[in-house]
Each structure stands twice: as C-alpha cells, then as structure tokens.
C-alpha cells in the first residue's frame, strides 16, 4: 500500500472541540436538545471525512447514536471525533461527547455515535478514499470493530432488500 493511498487516523481525528451551552441550546426537560448535538457531530464528522478523503463528502448513515446521560446549563461540551475505518467510497467516522462542568472540570460521557460518508467527485459520483492506517492500539481496536459494525449494516440492507421484494 502507498502512502498516496493511505493516511493515518490522526491526521483527519478532531479532539475535544469546545461547545459552550447556552439557554437557547436547551428542551423543555431544561436539558440540552438532543438534536443540537447530534447536528454537531454531523458537522464535525463531515470535518473529518473530507480531511481524510481530500472531496466533498456527504452523510450515508448514522447508526448508534447512543445517548448515555445528559447535559444540563452551564455545562461545556467536548467532542472528539476520529475516522475508524475506510472502505472504496465510504469512511465510519465514531464520535464521543463529553459534558464538562467548566467551574470543577470534572467530565462525564455523554453521547457515542458512528457516521458513515461517502466522498464525491467533481460530478458527484462516488470517488476511492484513501486507506486508514491506525497508529494506536485504541484505533486499532476501532479499526476492527468497524469492520463488524460495516458487516451488520450491509446484512440489514439485504435483509430490507429482500423482504421488499417479496411484499
């Protein structure tokens, strides 16, 4: 593999971006609106996608957003977001947000989530991506679990496909 053809994770990966909340930012349970940060870590994750693949890349999926507690006012938000795997077209990109209390510093895991883009060419037809080369045992370790996320996600279409055609 040349290195034309690959790059390592770190190079695309966005650690700990800052996000203050606001009142503006908040649902009527007086927590932070879902919402807000999932558009977040799409956004974060086009950033990315397209410093991985050199193109212009669009949102495929999104699958395993999973909420694990939540925000409230005052509280900062830290997102960090790094590309798992490529595959032709398509790059997994995992997020992780962390809810930070700005006065004590302490943090606490607020939101996982997996994006899948596919790059674009000039005339909007998927292009190859470069391959990923994890440096670190932790991306090494998503590099992997990637892999059987992608597996399960393209048994599902089949399964979709097929019970379709059979209605």
Same mark, same amino acid.
């Given at each position: &593999?040349?290195?034309?053809?690959?790059?390592?994770?770190?190079?695309?990966?966005?650690?700990?971006?800052?996000?203050?909340?606001?009142?503006?930012?908040? #649902?009527?349970? #007086?927590?932070?609106?879902?919402? &807000?940060? &999932?558009?977040? +870590?799409?956004?974060?994750?086009?950033?990315?996608?397209?410093?991985?693949?050199?193109?212009? +890349?669009?949102? %495929?999926?999104?699958?395993?957003?999973?909420?694990?507690?939540?925000?409230?006012? #005052?509280?900062?938000?830290?997102?960090?977001?790094?590309?798992?795997?490529?595959?032709?077209?398509?790059?997994?990109?995992?997020?992780?947000?962390?809810?930070?209390?700005?006065?004590?510093?302490?943090?606490?895991?607020?939101?996982?989530?997996?994006?899948?883009?596919?790059?674009?060419?000039?005339?909007? #037809?998927?292009?190859?991506?470069?391959?990923?080369?994890?440096?670190?045992?932790?991306?090494?370790?998503?590099?992997?679990?990637?892999?059987?996320?992608?597996?399960?996600?393209?048994?599902?279409?089949?399964?979709?496909?097929? %019970?379709?055609?059979?209605?």
């Amino acid at each position: &593999m040349s290195a034309m053809n690959s790059k390592p994770i770190s190079a695309s990966a966005i650690e700990k971006h800052v996000y203050k909340v606001f009142p503006n930012d908040m #649902n009527a349970h #007086n927590t932070v609106f879902g919402g &807000m940060i &999932m558009a977040k +870590c799409d956004r974060l994750a086009l950033v990315v996608a397209e410093r991985h693949s050199a193109h212009v +890349c669009v949102t %495929a999926s999104v699958d395993s957003i999973h909420f694990r507690a939540p925000a409230k006012g #005052n509280d900062t938000l830290l997102f960090s977001l790094s590309l798992n795997r490529s595959w032709g077209s398509s790059m997994e990109i995992g997020a992780r947000v962390e809810a930070e209390n700005s006065y004590t510093g302490d943090t606490r895991h607020i939101l996982s989530a997996f994006f899948t883009f596919v790059a674009l060419d000039e005339n909007d #037809n998927p292009v190859d991506v470069p391959k990923a080369i994890p440096e670190t045992e932790e991306q090494k370790r998503r590099y992997e679990n990637a892999e059987i996320r992608r597996e399960g996600r393209l048994k599902t279409r089949e399964q979709l496909v097929r %019970a379709e055609d059979k209605s």
